[in-house]
């Protein structure tokens, strides 16, 4: 009777190991097939030599220290208020150079030293800047809309070169503020990049 007493003890605690072996840890992750894991999103990022999180960072990082060191900010009696265009993109990749834009917007209002104002889909730069405030109608939220101190537009070329052991590009990702009532260029500056990588082992 003893033996099938403790034989039926083992029994039922083999099946709560066996059901805790399947549930898994109780830690709240969700897991999938493949191996993730999170990693350090300021980290140096060298996958490969097309544009990556290190350039964003560090082009968006210079540009917002360099505006923000501008008489035209730094020595502004009152917050000017800025509208950011598009930054063109004029490589052989595709680079969501909104990306840029949004970062450099989010730095600059953490700053509290700029105001920003909406962007308008169908303004073409300083032109169509300086055609809006004059033909705003007498609506004061329109003024408002209408009434930007500068403008910040920009680009992104890249000249890449390659020899049977070597992938070299270069970026060159230039930024200027403009006054869009007298069409002055007031400030710009610009970020160079150069990444190179050897030849892999099967093909590039």
């Given at each position: 009777?003893?033996?099938?007493?403790?034989?039926?003890?083992?029994?039922?605690?083999?099946?709560?190991?066996?059901?805790?072996?399947?549930?898994?840890?109780?830690?709240?992750?969700?897991?999938?097939?493949?191996?993730?894991?999170?990693?350090?999103?300021?980290?140096?990022?060298?996958?490969?030599?097309?544009?990556?999180?290190?350039?964003?960072?560090?082009?968006?990082?210079?540009?917002?220290?360099?505006?923000?060191?501008?008489?035209?900010?730094?020595?502004?009696?009152?917050?000017?208020?800025?509208?950011?265009?598009?930054?063109?993109?004029?490589?052989?990749?595709?680079?969501?150079?909104?990306?840029?834009?949004?970062?450099?917007?989010?730095?600059?209002?953490?700053?509290?030293?700029?105001?920003?104002?909406?962007?308008?889909?169908?303004?073409?730069?300083?032109?169509?800047e300086r055609?809006?405030?004059?033909?705003?109608?007498?609506?004061?939220?329109?003024?408002?809309?209408?009434?930007?101190?500068?403008?910040?537009?920009?680009?992104?070329?890249?000249?890449?070169?390659?020899?049977?052991?070597?992938?070299?590009?270069?970026?060159?990702?230039?930024?200027?503020?403009?006054?869009?009532?007298?069409?002055?260029?007031?400030?710009?500056?610009?970020?160079?990049?150069?990444?190179r990588t050897?030849?892999?082992?099967?093909g590039w």
């Amino acid at each position: 009777m003893k033996y099938r007493a403790y034989a039926h003890i083992a029994a039922l605690f083999a099946l709560v190991l066996l059901l805790a072996a399947c549930g898994g840890p109780q830690t709240g992750r969700v897991t999938g097939d493949g191996e993730v894991t999170y990693d350090d999103s300021q980290a140096e990022e060298t996958v490969t030599t097309g544009w990556g999180s290190t350039d964003l960072q560090t082009t968006a990082e210079s540009m917002t220290q360099s505006l923000l060191a501008s008489r035209w900010i730094a020595q502004a009696e009152s917050q000017p208020k800025i509208r950011l265009r598009e930054v063109k993109n004029y490589t052989d990749e595709h680079i969501d150079t909104k990306g840029i834009t949004d970062k450099i917007r989010v730095r600059l209002l953490r700053s509290g030293s700029v105001r920003f104002l909406a962007d308008e889909s169908n303004l073409d730069d300083v032109f169509a800047e300086r055609d809006l405030t004059e033909t705003a109608t007498t609506r004061s939220e329109n003024k408002l809309l209408a009434d930007t101190d500068y403008i910040i537009t920009g680009a992104v070329r890249s000249i890449r070169k390659r020899t049977k052991t070597v992938g070299d590009v270069f970026y060159q990702i230039t930024l200027e503020m403009t006054d869009p009532q007298s069409g002055e260029i007031v400030w710009a500056d610009e970020q160079e990049i150069r990444k190179r990588t050897t030849k892999p082992k099967i093909g590039w």
